[in-house]
């Protein structure tokens, strides 16, 4: 699950289930797919990026971070420009993995695709990914849209449905196409993609992926997955959306930078209110 948002309501609920180029591959690790990563010159951050997350409330630009993440269709082009002379760059969120009914896509979506309630979140329904031919032309525009708008990469959420109650009987090796698809559909139009989550593919999806923003992997216990990102010089930072704001500063931050992982603590809302780690890759 992850944080998301409805349009610009607050949520009430709180699960508990809780930039630089690469450098030469260490050993054991997996290179990436280079045929995905083209062009040579596309942008990938590495480990030291600040990073903000705001999809809610009055945007705040101020934000030092040097990456801003933002939701696709609520950012008109114009934020884009403003932060780009800012010289910061600038992701777009779009959900890939689940069906949400208020967006302006949303009936493009037969009922055929749509499968159990995400039931976090009122309003979305998970996807049923094997059906490609059907989800990759939406998925598609939206990815046009993102880059129409001047973005520098997606941020693209639920790559993990078969892990979830979704409705279809979703397998590991249908999942990893399907969110290699995303991936490699996002480099072609010249953006960069981070691997949003997915814990229990990150040995495949580090190949085609860029980077990584994950959420609650302090909270859950498995941030040091994400090394096998930060070993090859890109960018793992993590959301964290627990109340206590000592216990971030005293045990999540120099938990995850053990790894070289960066970490912001974020209301469940994701306003413009953010934490950020002190000390260690994600330092102001």
């Keep these: 699950m992850t944080g998301r948002y409805f349009g610009t309501a607050a949520l009430a ?26 062009p040579a010159q596309r942008w990938i951050p590495a480990p030291g990026e600040t990073y903000q997350i705001q999809y ?27 932060l780009h002379a800012k010289d910061r760059r600038v992701m777009c969120y779009i959900d890939v993995g689940t069906w949400e009914n208020w967006r302006p896509d949303a009936g493009k979506f037969p009922k055929s695709v749509l499968g159990k309630p995400d039931g976090h979140w009122p309003g979305e329904r998970w996807l049923d990914i094997r059906q490609t031919s059907v989800l990759e032309p939406i998925m598609a525009h939206r990815l046009d849209l993102c880059k129409a708008k001047g973005f520098d990469g997606v941020d693209p959420d639920n790559l993990d449905g078969y892990q979830n109650r979704t409705g279809f009987p979703l397998t590991y090796k249908e999942q990893l196409s399907y969110d290699t698809w995303v ?10 993609a981070d691997q949003k989550g997915d814990n229990g593919q990150v040995k495949d999806l580090v190949k085609v992926f860029d980077f990584a923003v994950v959420e609650q992997c302090y909270a859950q216990g498995w941030c040091n997955q994400f090394a096998v990102y930060t ?11 627990f109340r206590d704001r000592q216990r971030f500063l005293d045990q999540t931050c120099p938990d995850v930078a053990k790894y070289d992982e960066g970490a912001i603590l974020k209301k469940l809302e994701l306003t413009a209110w953010v934490l950020t780690c002190p000390s260690g890759p994600l330092a102001p």
């Design 183 to 192: 991936a490699k559909a996002a480099h072609a139009r010249g953006l960069t």
């Design 231 to 241: 070993r090859t010089n890109r960018l793992v930072v993590d959301v964290e959306y």
């Design 13 to 38: 609920l709180l699960f508990t289930a809780c930039g630089g180029g690469t450098s030469p591959l260490a050993p054991g690790v997996p290179a990436i797919d280079r045929a995905a990563s083209a």
């Design 56 to 82: 809610d409330g009055k945007l705040d630009l101020s934000n030092p971070a040097k990456i801003y993440d933002l939701d696709m269709f609520d950012t008109p082009d114009s934020i884009v420009v403003k």
